[in-house]
């Protein structure tokens, strides 16, 4: 095997939203049609996993600055505090959109 082949062993999308290749996992997973991430462990991603279909859409991130430039929001499960504050920035957004 080529020292190239081995290097890149899993593939993580960037901030652009585009896989690459790298020679580390991921840290964080993702769902490709919710875009919502979180950490490996979380309860409600692991009882998808069992359930099936959600292994297809999954996708994996280095750090969550990574996830959420690829226009990914935090898990309200396993981000709870991540999540809360995404949602006041979103909720935010939101109220200045309408008064404009």
């Known amino acids: 095997m080529s020292a190239r082949r081995s290097a890149a062993r899993f593939t993580l999308l960037g901030a652009d939203g585009k896989p690459h290749p790298s020679a580390t996992p991921g840290t964080l997973g993702g769902h490709r049609d919710t875009k919502i991430f979180g950490r490996l462990d979380c309860p409600a991603a692991l009882r998808a996993l069992a359930r099936g279909g959600y292994a297809r859409q999954r996708v994996f991130f280095t750090d969550a600055a990574t996830a959420r430039a690829a226009g990914y929001r935090p898990c309200g499960v396993c ?10 920035g979103a909720n935010a957004r939101a109220t200045r959109a309408r008064r404009d």
């Open 79 to 88: 981000l709870r505090d991540e999540y809360r504050a995404w949602k006041a």
